[in-house]
């Protein structure tokens, strides 16, 4: 179950990142930390690329489309996480709009990308633990020893891109971006080193 030991360490992965951006945001909004937009942008571009983009279609097409065809058990608790999914694109634009203000400047900038953002890793912990809880007994239950070896290749074949590579248009490296955050984030998420430097 290949598929399974990536898809929890994804959860795990993205739960740190979203702990840690709450953090930084956080030492900003109180003084203790510089603001780096860009930083928190590429932030916002990497759960744009990853979790949203790559994460999600892999666990419709090789855990819950192979379920689905198994059992009709789950239906209910598939179709509401399924919908959850196709909101990506509002999840990330709520955020993009909520940064480009406090970019911009505009007055409680800082406390209202926060909220924002609050919302958002609330959304996720709660997304998370439904499939944790409710889908995987179902996928253990239920799954054929082909489903699995399927479920493995597509699970290992789609890269994170805080693997540090860039995409075509150039963008940042995430893997350089990451160890800046967790430069700043506290342990036992990142190393508690406080506020960073640009390189």
């Known amino acids: 179950m290949e598929a399974m030991r990536i898809l929890m360490d994804e959860h795990q992965s993205l739960a740190a990142i979203i702990h840690a951006i709450r953090y930084m945001i956080k030492e900003i909004g109180e003084g203790r930390l510089e603001p780096d937009h860009k930083l928190l942008q590429a932030m916002v ?3 744009d690329a990853y979790p949203e983009k790559r994460h999600h279609p892999k666990e419709d097409e090789f855990l819950f ?4 065809e198994r059992t009709p058990e789950g239906a209910e608790v598939l179709a509401h996480l399924e919908r959850e999914h196709a909101e990506a694109d509002a999840r990330i634009k709520k955020l993009e709009a909520a940064l480009a203000r406090y970019r911009a400047g505009e007055a409680g900038g800082c406390a209202a990308f926060g909220d924002a953002f609050d919302e958002y890793a609330e959304f996720y912990r709660n997304h998370m633990m439904t499939e944790e809880r409710e889908v995987i007994p179902l996928l253990i239950k239920h799954l054929t020893a082909e489903d699995w070896a399927r479920a493995d290749a597509g699970f290992a ?5 805080m693997g540090g590579t860039r995409n075509a248009s150039g963008q940042e490296d995430f893997a350089r971006i990451f160890s800046k955050l967790v430069a700043a984030a506290p342990a036992p998420i990142g190393l508690g080193a406080g506020p960073y430097k640009d390189d």
């Open 65 to 68: 489309g192979p379920l689905k």
């Open 157 to 161: 074949a789609s890269r994170d891109p």
């Open 45 to 47: 571009e990497y759960l």
